[in-house]
């Protein structure tokens, strides 16, 4: 992969910082001069992990301000009504909020660093301690749930889309088009609630409830990715459409090579970007769809736990929690565009 | 083709509703969201009553005639309070769709009327938000509006809210680009007033089907976080609450889980097969119906006299009586209509005529590559001793070989043809790595061969590169390389210098030049620039409507001695040294019209 672009040689680690020196002249290469004297891999990595440092700072920011703007003193919403004011005065002494508020949003980072998220209004428990207790569960049916969206959806919608593309198989593409449709609109609530119906209610195949071994696992996994992996298989047959349409396909029929080789070696590498682009998208919503996998399954994840933050107003939980699903979702965009950018030269130089 | 510009657009309109409306996927959706509005105005008073009062006698019940879906844990009517529940679900889901849109659009605009920096600042921050799924800022907005319906519907709302502004951002921004907008600012209108008169009239149709979309799962979101308990609170019931109530029960009585779990379903299918159904009808999403096609018109049974010679076998091409038709708004159309013609060995051969004249699909048809549902017929297509005309599929690929290697390629627009994914290398080396039987090195040096020979400084370097590290006049080259892997009888350049700027365009011509006359290759030329195919051409084909109107040597040609009309036209209409620049450009349709009358 390294060096494709520029022919300069190997970048040492702090090829960054020369780069602002002379450019070296490049006689083989003059389209890639300006690129030259620095891998483009190391330059796209530091505007990339730039971006996510900025964005990380907007987000906990946000979220320090999402307590800190509300009506009501915190000391006393963390003492409930009944505390007297002497307990209030030593909660906020405690809490820090005698000091000026820019002390405050720094000792709120100081605090991160240690892994210091506050206490839960409600348990008392450090923030911290549930979400690393609770997020292993969450994590494993997320994880599952996103390996079986790409390995079903992505062949699925290119086999749909060589199949159906130019109006071939009419029927087939009706079907597709329905049952994918219906699925992908059923909320996964809904789907959860069907899947027990039809799984253990009225063929007691697959355990409903609780974390209990591998069988357990089938029910939430498959509510929480069938209409993720309907959805991809519809947009990846869309952009099989598109690509099966472009010039350059045609470039390629026009060498007569076997379908089979026009797919994966002409087609498929054109289908990666769009592709990867909108999983990063559903990966983002499987954070919401887990919610409600893990209260209709009784899942021991982070599901009861963000419900739970709402309900009773524990704003030091939902903060915690803002950040880290914030955090995550970060990182999920930054490995799918990563992702990219190992597949797809341009987005490497001409993309941020 | 037919002009559709006496209709006035409104007009066209509500045509292209009732037409909609007239699909499956249309009618379902009307009538459906009919039911759907009716089901939230009426059943709260004709069943909300019955609906929510409890019944100590009928608590738990299974199905029964008086209670088709059973009763719930306070003895009330599953179906009924699914029904009742209509209201709420479809009221809370607008509303947010509401606050959502609206914000969003005056959001999204903001950019194209603020100064210039801030207007960054915005797009900036919106695009951060699009990637935050909706869960995560109702959370984040739930701490601000509390649990309950207002709450809910604020924060859903305001999920809403990035999707809709960046949509908006980049319609705007396309829009401010134009040249009515550039025009208005010239003339000094205000930017509230280009906003209002020009921009938002352009990006409603594509906000009113994505507002439809969002009405959906704006739905379905609020059923969730009612489903959750942090939406709509008791003794207020939505679909979302019915449905975890009766999820508790799902043993019991399951009807009390499925029913409203069936109704929040339909319901969002309902509202974006309404989207889906207004798109189409707006033309924001394009539609092939091919349901209805009319029988593929039959050929001419008589081929014109002279035509009807059988091919020679020392020609390279032949083809005789060649249709192409294709399946367009209900029926068929045929761009070519009985096409007949011979190329000879090394013959150059040019096809003009004006687009839409059926030159190209002559070409693709020539080269067995009009694919599904297109369709070609003709008595012969006889490339190089085989006859294709008639072949299946199937049957062209046991002679791959033959025309990857025989027949080269070279398309109309260089930036498009070349692979963005590959590299330039592998892409021209391809055709000898297939057919040639070279293995993968030698294809390789061979293609750095042929770019050196089409006149590509440093191919080897440029080998490893990808198209778009290329120019357009380089990648035509790169183009016509690839047609040089095998031993080429016929090339086959369509429109081959039409995007290329009129220097390259000597080049390419060049390069093609040369190539033709070291292969001894024939050559099928296309273009609409008579000039050049003359110049480049001993023969020029005239095609007009899908036919063959003039064949005629390009000597003859520039002599003047034209027979039809629309050649003689042709002729005509090109501006010359002697040109009368007084008068307004001559064009074939002057011409057209003065031979007739």
Known sequence: MKNMISSAPPDSPDAVAVSEGPLQVDVVAPPAKKAASTNPWVSYLTRRLIRLVISVVVLV?????????????????????????????????????????????????????????????STRLPVFDVITQRMPATLEISVLSIIVILLVGIPLGMAMGEATRGGRNRWLDAMFSSVTGLLTVAPVFVVAAISIYMFAITSPVFPVAGRSGPSS?????????????????RIVRAETFNVLEADYVRTGRAKRMQKSRLFFRHVLPNLVTPTLTFAGLLFGGLIAGSVFVETVFAWPGMGPVVVGSITNRDYPLVQGIVMVYGVLILLINLVVDLLIAAVDPRSRITKL | MTTLT??????????????????????????????LVGLAIFAPALWGAEATEVNVDLIAQGPSPEHLLGTDSAGRDILLRTLVAARTSLMYGMLATLIGVSLGVIVGCLPSILPPWIGRLVTAVVNMLVAFPALLLVLFLAVFFGQGATGAVFALGLAIVPDIARLCQTMTASVVGRDFVSAAKVLGVPRTAILFRHIIPSVTDV???????????????????SFLGIGLQAPAYDWGRLLSEGLARMYVSPAAALTPAIAVTLAGIVLTMLGDTIGRALGV?????????????SRSAKPEPDRAVAPQPENVLSVRDLHVSFPALGKWVTPVRGVS??????????????????????????????????RVEADAIAFDGVDYAGMSEREVTTHAADLGLKMSMVFQDPMSSLNPSLRVGPQVAETAFLHGGAIRTQASDQATDRLAEVGIQNPK????QYPFQFSGGMRQRAMIAMGLMGTPKLIIADEPTTALDATVQRTVMQVLDRVAVE?????????????????FCERVLVMYHGEIVEDISSADLVAGSAVHPYTKALMASIPTLTTDRSRPMATVADFMKEDKS
């Open chain 2, 519 to 535: 292969h001894g290759s024939a050559v099928m030329f296309i273009s609409h620039d008579i000039a050049l195919v003359t110049g």
């Open chain 2, 207 to 225: 906000i009113v089907v994505n507002a439809t979309m969002a009405a959906a799962s704006s739905l379905t979101a609020m059923a969730g976080l």
């Open chain 2, 341 to 374: 013609f011979d190329i000879a060995r090394g013959e150059r051969v040019g096809i003009v005529g004006e687009s839409g004249s059926g030159k190209s699909l002559t070409a693709l048809a020539v080269a067995q590559l009009i694919e599904y549902p297109g």
């Open chain 2, 6 to 35: 006496t209709v006035a657009p409104a007009t066209r309109r509500i045509r292209s509703f009732v037409h909609q409306m007239r699909t499956p996927t249309g009618a379902i959706a009307v009538i459906g969201t009919v039911l």
């Open chain 2, 461 to 464: 370097m440029r080998a490893r």
């Open chain 1, 61 to 121: 920011t946000a979220a320090y301000l999402m307590v800190r703007l509300l009506p009501g003193d915190p000391a006393r919403l963390s003492l409930g009504p009944e505390a007297t004011d002497e307990q209030i005065a030593v909660r906020r002494s405690e809490l820090g909020l005698d000091t000026s508020v820019f002390t405050q949003y720094f000792h709120f980072w100081e605090n991160l660093f240690h892994g210091d998220l506050g206490k839960s209004y």
């Open chain 2, 285 to 297: 999403t394009p539609v092939i119906s091919m349901r209805k096609l009319a029988g593929l018109p």
């Open chain 1, 217 to 233: 696992y089938v029910l939430p996994v498959l509510a929480l990715s069938l209409s993720s992996t309907c959805a991809l298989a």
